[in-house]
C-alpha cells in the first residue's frame, strides 16, 4: 500500500495535493512519501525484528540524503557500490558500522576511504580484489573485515538485466570456488574473513529463490565452520520485487518466514540489502504534458520528463503506471507518452492506454522512486530535476532542482582550445 490515492478525483501524495507540488516546485519532479518510505523500511525491521540483523539498504536505488538519513534515524544501514554512494551513506549520518560495500570494481583509492571509516564489512567479489585489499590494508596497517560474495547460480527468474545469480553473470566468486577463496582469504595477514554475501537479481516476485540460494550458502557456512573459517555475518542480498502492474512480489514478512527457520540455533546476524522494495512505490515522477501529437498511425503525448530522468523504460522496456493528476472522463486513448530527448528511445511508455490528455495536464508516472532520480543524467544538457518529500500536510525540497549554471560545473576552456 502506497500513500499516492485520489480524493475527490485528484491524485495526492498524503494529504498534499499533487497539482500544489507542480505549483510550486514545477514539473518534471520527483516526490516521495514520507510514510510510504518508513512503513516499507519498518517492514524489513518488524520482519526480522527477532533475529540478530541489519538492513542495509541499497544506496543505488536512490541515493538523497533526505531518504538515507530517514533509514538511519531508525536504524537502518546501507549497502554501497562505490566511494561516492558510502560519501552520501556517511554524510546522512549512517554509521559506518552499518555499512556493506560491494561491486566488482572496486579502485584503491575507495578501498582506502572505505578502510579508513571502519566499515562494518566488503563484499568481494573476486581473488584479485582480494588480493588488493590484503595489499592496501596492509599499507594503512589495519585488518579488513570481509564477506566474499558468492554467486549460488541460482535462476532468479526475473529481467535478464537484472539477474545477477547465474555463472555467466559477472558477480560475485562461483560457489565451487568458494571454498578455496575462502582458504585463501583466511591467509592472509591483513584480511580478516567475517561473513558470507549472495544477491541473486532484483524484482524477484518469488520465495523460491531466496529460499534455494540460502538453502545452498548455508551448507557452505557449515563447510566453512569444519575448516576452521567461521561466519559472523550472513548477508541475503536485496532484490524483492514490486507492484508495477500486476507483480504480485511476497511481502518481507514472508521472506522472513521462509528464511528465518533456516537459521534458527545459527549464531549469525543477518544483513539485508533492499532496495526497490522499500523506495519503489514511494516515489512518484510528476511530469507535464507539453504537447499533443498525431502521428501517422499513433497519437503522441509528448511531456516534459524525459529518459534522462527516468531510464527504466527505455533501459529495460521497464513499465510505469502512468495516470492523470486530476481525474476526466474523457474517452480511452492509446498513445505513446514520450520524453523530449531526441531518442526514439526516450519513452516513459509505448501504446498505453489512458484517458484522453490535453495540453498542460500533469501526469503522475507511478512507482518512480527506485532507480529513477538515482539513474538520472543531464543527457541532452537537461537540468536535473527536483526531489520533493512529503509528510502528511507539509513538503519540502530535497534536491532542488538543476540551474543552467550547474550544467557547466567543472568544464573550462583552456588556453590550446
Ligand atoms: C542492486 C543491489 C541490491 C538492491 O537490489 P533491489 O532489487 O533494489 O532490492 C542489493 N545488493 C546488491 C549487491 C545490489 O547490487
Known sequence: MHSFQYKNGELYAENVALKDIAKTYGTPVYVYSHETLLNHFMAYENAFKGFPHIT????????????????????????????GELYRA???????????????????????YALKNKILMFNVESGDELNEIDRVAGNMRVKAPIALRINPDIDA???????????????GIPIENALVHYKL????????????????????TKISPFVDALKRIL??????????????????????GITYRDEVPPHPSQLAKSLLPLLKERDLTVVLEPGRSIVGNAGILLTKTLYLKEGQ???????DAGMNDLMRPSLYDAYHHIQPV???KRAIIAADIVGPICESGDFLAKGREITGVKKGELLAVMSAGAYGFSMSSNYNSRPKVAEVMVKGRKHALIRSRETLKD???????????
Open 219 to 240: 551448507l557452505l557456512v557449515d563447510e566453512l565452520q569444519k575448516n576452521g573459517i567461521r561466519i559472523r555475518n550472513l548477508d541475503i542480498g536485496g532484490g524483492l
Open 90 to 112: 556517511l554524510k546522512a549520518g549512517i554509521p559506518a558500522n552499518k555499512i556493506v560495500y560491494a561491486g566488482v570494481g572496486k579502485t584503491e583509492e575507495e578501498i582506502r
Open 157 to 171: 527468474e526475473t529481467h535478464p538485466y537484472i539477474s545477477t545469480g547465474l555463472k555467466k553473470h559477472k558477480f
Open 56 to 83: 542495509c539498504f541499497a544506496v543505488k536505488a536512490n541515493s538523497n540524503l533526505a531518504i538515507l538519513n530517514l533509514f538511519g534515524k531508525h536504524g537502518g544501514g546501507a549497502d554501497v557500490v562505490s566511494g
Open 407 to 417: 550544467l557547466l560545473k567543472g568544464e573550462t576552456v583552456p588556453e590550446l582550445v
Open 326 to 328: 486530476v481525474k476526466n
Open 185 to 204: 582469504a583466511h591467509k592472509f595477514k591483513n584480511i580478516e574473513t567475517v561473513g558470507i554475501h549472495k544477491h541473486i537479481g532484483s524484482q524477484l
Open 297 to 303: 498511425d499513433k497519437q503522441f503525448v509528448i511531456v
